[in-house]
């Protein structure tokens, strides 16, 4: 079982949709979470962390569900320029390295 | 802003040569990696440091070494390069675990050995 598992989709909605994407973790250990964005032939960069409570930033709300182990990413109104691969990243207390999931893709048509 | 950047963003190289990617922060950042991403395979972790002069094999070290002189640098040498070595070469940073662990990355060397 891989340790951190994504949906690779693509995932493709119209302009407008509300999306979300789930993303599930195997080691009950871990206490960071975040989504990384990455676009075509572009290195990943932070869009979030994860908080316990859940967070939100706009139109992106992340979830985290200890007990069934996943956590989640919502995407309201979507723009074309949400279009990208969407990353989970889960790190383990103690440890120097995070471990990502292989992406979602997102596609937003007109 | 943190910022990381790497020497190449293109780099065409011929079997067998030796080939240095490197990669520098000015974010005073104690951790640095070194991945590839391949299509289908996502990010794999090649190396990392979390000190100067202090290295870990990741998950794919093989045919790789990395070195770690001065804290705002880490470079990546690929010994002798082979085709299977053409992928996408990231570099990333971090603060020390304990202080969060979220990763700034560089802008990716795109490597092809032919």
């Known amino acids: 079982r891989k340790e951190v598992e994504q949906d690779p989709g693509p995932f493709n909605v119209p302009e407008g949709a509300t999306v979300a994407f789930n993303c599930t973790y195997s080691?009950?250990?871990?206490?960071?979470f975040f989504w990384y964005r990455q676009d075509c032939r572009k290195e990943p960069k932070l869009l979030m962390s994860v908080y316990s409570s859940g967070n939100e930033d706009g139109r992106f709300t992340a979830q985290l569900n200890r007990a069934s182990q996943y956590i989640s990413l919502l995407i309201r109104d979507s723009k074309l320029s949400d279009s990208a691969t969407y990353l989970c990243v889960v790190k383990i207390g103690g440890s120097y390295i995070p471990t990502f999931g292989r992406g979602t893709s997102l596609i937003v048509h007109p | 802003d943190v910022k990381v950047t790497q020497s190449s963003r293109y780099l065409v190289k011929r079997t067998g040569e030796k080939v240095f990617l490197e990669c520098v922060q000015d974010m005073d950042h104690e951790n640095m990696f070194w991945y590839r991403q391949d299509p289908g395979l996502g990010l794999r972790l090649i190396y990392f440091s979390y000190d100067v002069k202090m290295k870990e094999k990741g998950d794919i070290p093989e045919g790789y070494s990395v070195s770690r002189e001065k804290k705002e640098r880490f470079s990546l040498i690929l010994e002798s390069a082979s085709t299977n070595q053409t992928s996408m070469y990231l570099c990333?940073?971090?603060?020390?675990?304990?202080?969060?662990?979220?990763?700034?990355f560089g802008p990716g060397t795109r490597l092809t050995v032919t």
């Open positions: 990333a940073s971090s603060f020390h675990r304990d202080r969060g662990s979220e990763q700034y």
């Open positions: 080691n009950s250990a871990s206490q960071s």
